[in-house]
């Protein structure tokens, strides 16, 4: 069940608004102008706000803007209203649509090159987004064969290391295979390639390669 926040100066609206989304499924807080709205989403989460504009105290537009300072106020959808000819059926319509979230990306695969999904839940902490994106990569990474793996570019180019130069490149690979996906801010959105085309693994993959000292440094640096 989807709680709506509905926010607009007039009770009369307010009142009509509640019962009828109330009567359509929903479970409906209210807030008679955007400071009050700032503080009720505070003290409990909603999944969409219906916002009026003309407000006094503090008007819509201003509530727009202070919410960009609350992350978890920023990611919920905002549908706003004008008082005249507010029609019940288009509103649940729109609501519907803006309630319906997209399967969320979690990257792009290193083998196949194919874009992964799922359903994410945006409440959750992002210690546990993190665990379910990592989770999503690994089952979609199994579905892959043996010789998927083998055909790879990058496990070409290391299998042309010598074996004590090969290690450390081998183990972060298939990390990220894994788990990370070349992922540089943890939020699914870069492709294995954009990390491995870096200036910093460019230069570790060229000393690694022309490197002659027994027990160096690459055998010990890191990602």
Same mark, same amino acid.
């Given at each position: 069940?989807?709680?709506?926040?509905?926010?607009?100066?007039e009770p009369a609206i307010?009142?009509?608004?509640?019962?009828?989304?109330?009567?359509?499924?929903?479970?409906?807080l209210t807030a008679s102008n955007g400071a009050e709205a700032l503080q009720r989403a505070g003290e409990c989460r909603s999944d969409a706000v219906l916002l009026d504009l003309l407000m006094p105290v503090m008007d819509g537009l201003t509530f727009l803007r202070m919410r960009q300072s609350q992350p978890d106020l920023a990611r919920v959808p905002v549908v706003v209203l004008t008082a005249a000819g507010i029609d019940l059926d288009v509103l649940s319509t729109v609501l519907e649509h803006v309630l319906r979230q997209p399967p969320r990306p979690v990257g792009t695969c290193p083998i196949c090159?194919?874009?992964?999904?799922m359903d994410l839940d945006p409440g959750a902490p992002v210690s546990g987004r $993190?665990? #379910?994106? *990592?989770?999503?990569? =690994? !089952?979609?990474?199994l579905l892959h064969s043996a010789e998927d793996f083998a055909r790879m570019p990058m496990r070409?180019?290391?299998?042309? $290391?010598? #074996?004590? *130069?090969?290690?450390? =490149? !081998?183990?972060?690979?298939?990390?990220?295979?894994?788990?990370?996906?070349g992922d540089q801010d943890r939020r699914g959105v870069h492709s294995v390639d954009e990390a491995l085309s870096s200036a910093a693994v460019h230069r570790f993959w060229q000393d690694a390669l022309c490197c002659s000292f027994e027990h160096c440094r690459h055998e010990s640096d890191a990602f």
């Open positions: 069940m989807s709680r709506i926040l509905v926010v607009d100066d307010r009142t009509f608004l509640m019962e009828g989304l109330t009567d359509a499924g929903y479970t409906v090159g194919g874009a992964a999904s $993190l665990d #379910a994106i *990592r989770a999503a990569r =690994l !089952t979609h990474v070409q180019q290391l299998l042309q $290391l010598a #074996a004590d *130069r090969r290690q450390l =490149l !081998t183990d972060w690979l298939y990390r990220d295979l894994r788990y990370d996906w």
